[in-house]
């Protein structure tokens, strides 16, 4: 819309290779930082992947920190966010444009060498590998002979892997989670060196703005935001794409270009966003401001509108569940708010839970966890309730609103993790109760003292083996199972009205005890 950018070319080429982009683009020159400092100042330029941090604050913390030094510069490409797409287009399409905004920025901080992070074994990884090779035969800046050499870093994609702690410690060889305590790339990144972390589309944009000038940069989008902004529309929408606007362009234009349908709301910032109703649709604009003053953040131009077909409240409901799977289970918030969110979320949607139940599950996590992870989750859940508050009272009443979970979020599709479940010898089990101390979230007690179990999500599987080997009586082993438990397509385990464990709908009978004595025998049962 409007145009093109970002995607200049792409209308007659599948992907630009090198003769391509420069055909476009020119070759770009090296430029002192100062100056380029200057440029993102006088445009503003912000980062792209969420948080909307300046960028020529970055530049210089990372030239105050490295000094004489040595520094990184990180293209983060992993995009974790099932509904983006953004990035991957970008680095699958058009890999030259991102790679000379990160050497233009290498090449003034003098940097060591240029990053580039993405998802292993997707097409994107190889479509850069491919852009480095023929940088390399060309001999130009990235080459072999280059003073900044790129190196292509394939990861694995979790949704938090694009968290700027856990993308540096998987390219330093660590496991890519978030680290328990805040660091700044700035001055200890990639090997402990400052290192500018950005998002894909920062460079990018960084290589346009070199490439124009600010003034020519500034000819089109808002005056307080000027350029262009890419757009991943999905769910509802008939004609899901990329999209480059003008920062400025109304929302629904957007959706009318991809023929989406709004039905009860629209999804805007991803999975750490918040829903706008159909009313506030009409009249947002998409720029950082007008998201504000819709009630959303822009975030990373992600945009799905739910449609009319699918239950809202249950679509919501999965994604709380995909959330509560795919955190790092590093601290209590996560480990056990998460899942208690989605729970708790299910049984709205069965219609035995209730909306305080909800916020309480939330204001459990709130502003407690290690990384952002719980509070993006809470934000997009407790705009769930204020959207659907119609659908809510639905299925309160009623047991349903209607219509099916059509899964129209879109989710990842990847096998399950591994789970497993606690198993009792009950001619062995005298009821001390230890192991529901050591895991209470996934350990009931009855009034004797003996246990039932809840299945636990492979990331727990340290802390089961820890009661099943502390168990007084050993009593207790740990058994893997394949699906009876959360899942990251947002279906999980659930007490619902007659007591029986669901998943997806299927009943999974629960172990009750008869009797009150530690020979009592085991038998199959339906008790919560």
């Avoid at 480990?335 to 299910?346: E, F, N, Q």
Wanted: charged share 20%; net charge neutral.
């Amino acid at each position: 819309m409007g145009p093109a950018r970002l995607t200049a070319g792409l209308d007659h080429c599948r992907r630009l290779d090198l003769p391509a982009h420069r055909t476009l683009h020119g070759v770009m020159e090296p430029r002192e930082l100062g100056e380029l400092i200057s440029h993102a100042n006088d445009v503003d330029m912000r980062g792209r992947g969420g948080a909307a941090f300046p960028f020529a604050r970055k530049l210089r913390a990372v030239a105050d920190a490295a000094g004489t030094g040595e520094s990184v510069v990180l293209v983060n490409g992993a995009e974790g966010e099932p509904a983006s797409s953004k990035d991957a287009m970008l680095l699958t399409r058009n890999p030259h444009l991102v790679l000379d905004g990160a050497v233009l920025a290498a090449e003034a901080l003098g940097a060591r060498e240029v990053v580039v992070a993405t998802a292993g074994g997707e097409v994107a990884e190889a479509s850069v590998a491919a852009a480095v090779a023929e940088r390399r035969a060309a001999n130009v800046s990235g080459g072999a002979e280059s003073r900044v050499p790129i190196r292509v870093v394939g990861i694995k994609e979790r949704f938090i892997s694009g968290e700027g702690g856990a993308l540096v410690k998987a390219v330093n060889g660590e496991e890519g989670i978030p680290p328990g305590r805040k660091k700044r790339a700035a001055t200890s990144g990639v090997d402990g060196l400052p290192t500018l972390l950005s998002n894909t589309e920062t460079y990018a944009q960084f290589a346009l703005l070199a490439e124009y000038g600010p003034e020519k940069y500034a000819e089109i989008g808002t005056s307080k935001e000027p350029g262009t902004i890419l757009l991943t529309v999905s769910g509802g929408a008939a004609k899901g794409a990329v999209i480059e606007a003008p920062t400025g362009t109304y929302l629904a234009d957007v959706l009318a270009l991809t023929e989406a349908e709004i039905g009860d709301g629209v999804l805007i910032g991803g999975y750490h966003g918040a829903w706008l109703s159909a009313e506030v649709v009409q009249t947002a604009v998409l720029s950082r401001e007008g998201m504000k003053l819709a009630g959303a953040t822009l975030g990373a131009g992600i945009i799905v509108p739910l449609g009319e077909s699918t239950c809202a409240l249950g679509e919501a409901a999965r994604v709380a569940a995909y959330l509560a799977a795919e955190s790092a289970g590093q601290c209590g918030p996560c480990r056990l708010g998460l899942p208690d969110i989605a729970r708790a979320m299910y049984a709205l949607v069965e219609g035995t839970g209730s909306v305080d139940a909800v916020r309480r599950c939330v204001r459990g996590v709130e502003r407690r966890g290690a990384c952002f992870h719980p509070d993006g989750t809470a934000k997009f859940v407790m705009s769930a309730l204020d959207a659907f508050e119609t659908e809510i009272a639905q299925h309160l009443e009623h047991g349903s609103c209607g219509r099916p979970i059509r899964g129209v979020l879109p989710m990842p599709e990847r096998e399950a993790p591994p789970e497993y479940r606690l198993e009792v010898d009950w001619s062995r089990c005298q009821g001390h109760g230890l192991c529901a101390h050591l895991l209470p979230e996934f350990v009931d007690l009855d009034d004797y003292g003996f246990p039932s179990f809840r299945n636990v999500p492979g990331y727990l599987a340290k802390e089961a083996r820890r009661a099943v080997d502390m168990c007084p009586a050993l009593a207790l082993r740990l058994a893997r199972t394949t699906g009876d438990g959360p899942a990251p397509a947002g279906s999980p385990l659930r007490l619902v009205k007659d007591g029986v464990l669901k998943k997806a709908g299927a009943s999974v009978p629960r172990l009750t005890r008869v009797g009150t004595g530690p020979n009592v025998s085991r038998v199959g049962g339906t008790a919560g």
